[in-house]
């Protein structure tokens, strides 16, 4: 990301999305590739957004490290992200590399992603050590498949022979084809690609063993580990422990308090039309806004404080707000 003109690309940011807030806020949603889970569920923000009013749109991206560049640059209204970038962003660390992108705030909880591997029956990959010195596609180059999974592999001495950066409609495809062996995301549940997949050819789901992701939390703490419930896919025979880690929207600490205060309202309100986008909706709770690992916009903050959520006080703090 550009360093220089930080403050002045938020200070045009504040003054653009303010004016369009006396009208109709024009709204853009920074999502991730076409054929992912979070494409599919910005489509469904979108559309409740623009039945509450509001010109809302969606953009592919390079997922939720560019999500978070392009909104803490003010180049773009919401994102969605995964909880570790966003932490590590917004305190400088690890990718951040001592950049910090201290723009960005929580909006609201999305889903858990779950760590899951999948490969064709007919390759005999059937376990996350099988991957080792095979063709694995990662998803989008600074995706949280291909961030986090790179993390897993060093962390566990599992070596795939070539990683290849994919769009996962793409990666559907060369799966298909045996261009790969087997493909990484990590996603809400059912995720597209792997379902489109099932869809024509017998699969494997693998997912991590509970050893790896005790060591792996261990060192993030950020991290969790989830259940692939029976009958997510048709490989899915029995509940599949593995890693996880949780999704929210972010916006920019400048973004207008009303505009944002509407965006939390619309959701909760609409949340059957969100889980018909996507199923992984039906995490949109209150009871998980102690899963974000940023500070709270105060639009938001202003929406659970009156729905008497209690908010822990590392959400609170200067959110700004305009």
């Known amino acids: 990301?550009?360093?220089?003109?930080?403050?002045?690309a938020s200070a045009a940011f504040a003054v653009a999305i303010g004016s369009a807030a006396h009208a109709q806020d024009n709204v853009t949603i920074g999502a991730a590739s076409?054929?992912?889970t979070y494409y599919v569920w910005a489509g469904g923000l979108a559309n409740v957004l623009s039945q509450a009013g509001m010109d809302a749109n969606v953009e592919v991206t390079g997922g939720p490290l560019h999500n978070i560049q392009l909104v803490d640059a003010g180049e773009m209204q919401l994102g969605l992200s995964t909880a570790a970038p966003a932490y590590e962003g917004f305190n400088g660390i690890e990718w951040a590399d001592g950049e910090e992108y201290d723009n960005i705030r929580a909006v609201l909880p999305m889903f858990p992603s779950f760590f899951t591997w999948w490969s064709l029956e007919t390759s005999g990959i059937e376990s996350f050590q099988d991957l080792d010195g095979k063709v694995v596609a990662m998803g989008p180059t600074g995706g949280t498949p291909d961030t986090y999974g790179r993390v897993v592999y060093d962390q566990t001495g599992v070596t795939p022979s070539r990683m290849v950066n994919a769009g996962f409609s793409d990666?559907?495809?060369?799966?298909?084809d045996g261009q790969i062996d087997a493909a990484f995301t990590t996603a809400g549940l059912p995720h597209p690609a792997v379902a489109e997949n099932e869809s024509t050819d017998p699969i494997n789901l693998i997912t991590l063993p509970p050893e790896i992701?005790?060591?792996?939390?261990?060192?993030?703490?950020?991290?969790?580990?989830?259940?692939?419930?029976a009958g997510t896919y048709e490989a899915v025979t029995e509940d599949q422990e593995t890693l996880t880690v949780w999704n929210f929207v972010i916006t920019n600490a400048d973004m207008?308090?009303?505009?944002?205060?509407?965006?939390?309202?619309?959701?909760f309100e609409n949340q059957d039309?969100?889980?018909?986008?996507?199923?992984?909706?039906?995490?949109?709770?209150l009871e998980n806004i102690g899963e974000l690992t940023i500070p709270l916009h105060p639009g938001a903050l202003r929406y659970y404080e009156e729905q008497g959520v209690e908010i822990p006080d590392r959400l609170r703090g200067d959110g700004s707000g305009s």
């Open 1 to 8: 990301m550009r360093t220089i003109g930080k403050a002045a």
């Open 34 to 36: 076409v054929g992912g």
């Open 171 to 176: 990666i559907v495809n060369l799966l298909r």
């Open 213 to 229: 992701s005790r060591a792996f939390i261990e060192e993030y703490p950020y991290f969790g580990t989830g259940i692939v419930p």
């Open 256 to 267: 207008p308090e009303d505009t944002v205060y509407e965006i939390v309202k619309a959701v």
């Open 273 to 285: 039309a969100m889980i018909e986008a996507h199923p992984a909706s039906r995490y949109v709770q």
